[in-house]
T-cell receptor, first 114, second 111 residues
C-alpha cells in the first residue's frame, strides 16, 4: 500500500503569505516529485529530487522552492503567495525510473490564493 | 519533448456498457505509456503500462489498452462498466525518465 502523505488537503490563503506544502513518504523512495495541475490541463512537473540534498527544477517554471534534507520529506515553499499560484499540487515518489517506474502519488493539495 | 492529449474531459456511460477513454501522444523517442486512475479522495494508482512488449496491455479491474504506433494512440477500454469504475483517468507518457500526464478524463457511470 502506498504511504505518501500530503498536508494540508485544502488551503485558502491571502496574497503575500508564505506557505509550505508538506509531503512525506514512508517507503524509503529516493525519487520524489512535485506536480502542478490546473483544471482540465496536463499535470506539469515543477520540482524533483533524486535523493537527499538533491533538488532540480522541472519542466514548468515555478516560483516555489523545495528542500530535501531527509529522504522521507520533500516540502514545497512559496515565499509570497499570489492568485496565479492557485492550483492543485501533487507530490509523488518512486523507487525506480524508466520502464520499471511505479509512481506513488499523494492525494494532493488544492491551493487557493485570494 | 513529449505531450499527451486525452480527448474528452468527461465521459458518461451506462452500467454494463463499453468504456472507451482516448489517449494520443507525441514523443521524439519510443515512449512508455501509462494509464493511471484516481478514485475520489485517493491518490493516483497505476492501471496498466506499455513497455514495448505486447501492444495489447491488460491491467487491473478488467481494463486494457492497445498501443497503436501508426495512430500514436493508447486508448483505454473495458467491455462492461461498473459503478465502481467512476473515477478520473490519466494517460501518461514516459520518455527520458520523466512522466508527462494528459489532462485527465472523468468517467461517470449511470445506473
Amino acid at each position: 500500500e502506498a504511504d505518501i502523505y500530503q498536508t494540508p488537503r485544502y488551503l485558502v490563503i491571502g496574497t503575500g503569505k508564505k506557505i509550505t506544502l508538506e509531503c512525506s513518504q514512508t517507503m524509503g523512495h529516493d525519487k520524489m516529485y512535485w506536480y502542478q495541475q490546473d483544471p482540465g490541463m496536463e499535470l506539469h512537473l515543477i520540482h524533483y529530487s533524486y535523493g537527499v540534498n538533491s533538488t532540480e527544477k522541472g519542466d514548468l517554471s515555478s516560483e516555489s522552492t523545495v528542500s530535501r534534507i531527509r529522504t522521507e520529506h520533500f516540502p514545497l515553499t512559496l515565499e509570497s503567495a499570489r492568485p496565479s499560484h492557485t492550483s492543485q499540487y501533487l507530490c509523488a515518489s518512486s523507487d525506480h525510473g524508466g520502464t520499471n517506474e511505479k509512481l506513488f502519488f499523494g492525494s494532493g493539495t488544492q491551493l487557493s490564493v485570494l | 519533448a513529449q505531450s499527451v492529449t486525452q480527448l474528452g474531459s468527461h465521459v458518461s456511460v451506462s452500467e454494463g456498457a463499453l468504456v472507451l477513454l482516448r489517449c494520443n501522444y507525441s514523443s521524439s523517442v519510443p515512449p512508455y505509456l501509462f494509464w493511471y486512475v484516481q478514485y475520489p479522495n485517493q491518490g493516483l494508482q497505476l492501471l496498466l503500462k506499455y513497455t514495448s512488449a505486447a501492444t495489447l496491455v491488460k491491467g487491473i479491474n478488467g481494463f486494457e489498452a492497445e498501443f497503436k504506433k501508426s495512430e500514436t494512440s493508447f486508448h483505454l477500454t473495458k467491455p462492461s462498466a461498473h459503478m465502481s469504475d467512476a473515477a478520473e483517468y490519466f494517460c501518461a507518457v514516459c520518455a527520458g525518465n520523466m512522466l508527462t500526464f494528459g489532462g485527465g478524463t472523468r468517467l461517470m457511470v449511470k445506473p
